[in-house]
């Protein structure tokens, strides 16, 4: 993938398709902005006028309830307007090639494209396509990224735990799938942590752990232990060939978050997930909403990081 069409020659952020090639500044950049957005007396995120006469359009090729919302919401908030592509009742089903469907959106004067897609690439492909003037986001392409999502985790591990250099993380589950775990390892990775460990089956890693810089464990007595931050992932189930899980409930017992695994984690342990969650499969549903989980506040500072995102590529497109 080609982190480099990310920037402009002089260094701008121009799309956001990868965590890979942005700095350490660039990420804090879009941290500490968000921030901003939650000055508010009474905490609501704030309505600025940085998109007034731009249109962000959602072009959502797989199933989405949190990433296309707040992003819809996020562009509403920054006073934009929003297009949302109905993929089903689209020309796509008419053998329509993305190629054609972005160059139609793009005519029609849409200033952003987020767009997310179950092949690996096809953000790189979109801001390959579009023309100058135009952003594209990755809202998660294949196994390859997600990369607003490991932004609003850094965000929320920053807001509940401060420092994530100084802290133990283990992300947990179908790393093999994910393209969360890969766009989370990017960004812990940049954010200094120097302990990050992924524990999972043999069967849901990818071929080569090591390459990730990461500490591999296979169980969750010993990945958890000492563990600040649990990192949750569900089980990618539309990406799995069969044979992957074991039969019946047996991954709940080894791997699923429960009220004994989570014993294991230092007591203060921070638990979050990307959403969907599934309950009695990866994460014992009570621990889900236990004031322990922070996964419902993910969702809220997903607005907040999806504005700061667009708010640096309108910056760009206007510089
Ligand atoms: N975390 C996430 O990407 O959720 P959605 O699939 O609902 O967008």
Redesign the pocket.
């Known amino acids: 993938m080609s982190k480099g069409i990310q920037f402009t020659r002089s260094g701008r952020l121009k799309h956001l398709l990868t965590i890979e090639g942005l700095s350490k500044k660039h990420l804090l950049e879009i941290l500490d902005l968000a921030e901003t957005f939650f000055k508010t007396d009474n905490h609501k995120l704030s309505q600025v006028d940085t998109l007034k006469n731009s249109t962000v359009a959602n072009l959502f090729f797989e199933?989405?309830?949190?990433?296309?919302s707040t992003f819809e919401l996020a562009a509403k908030n920054l006073s934009g307007k929003v297009l949302n592509l109905n993929i089903q009742q689209s020309a796509t089903t008419k053998g329509e090639t993305l190629r054609d469907t972005v160059k139609n959106i793009e005519a029609m004067q849409c200033d952003i494209l987020v767009i997310r897609h179950s092949t690996a690439g096809a953000a790189d492909f979109v801001a390959k396509h579009v023309a100058p003037g135009v952003s594209v986001i990755n809202a998660?392409d294949g196994w390859h990224a997600?990369p607003t999502?490991a932004l609003l985790d850094m965000y929320t591990i920053r807001k509940h735990r401060g420092d994530i250099n100084k802290l133990n993380i283990a992300i947990v589950g179908d790393i093999k799938h994910s393209r969360?775990a890969r766009s989370q390892i990017h960004a812990l990775h940049l954010m200094g942590a120097q302990n990050i460990r992924v524990i999972a089956p043999k069967t849901l890693l990818p071929s080569h752990p090591d390459a990730l810089g990461v500490s591999v464990f296979h169980d969750l007595k010993t990945g958890l232990t000492d563990v600040d931050v649990i990192m949750m992932l569900r089980l990618q189930r539309e990406r799995m060939k069969n044979g992957l899980l074991p039969k019946g409930n047996a991954y709940y017992r080894m791997y699923g978050l429960t009220e004994e695994s989570l014993t294991y984690a230092h007591p203060n342990a921070l638990i979050v997930h990307?959403?969907?969650i599934n309950r009695g499969v990866e994460i014992q549903s009570d621990i889900a909403d236990s004031p322990r989980a922070a996964i419902l506040d993910q969702v809220t500072n997903g607005v907040a990081i999806r504005m700061a995102v667009m708010t640096l590529l309108k910056e760009t497109q206007s510089a």
């Open positions: 199933p989405s309830t949190r990433t296309r998660g997600h999502q969360v990307p959403g969907p």
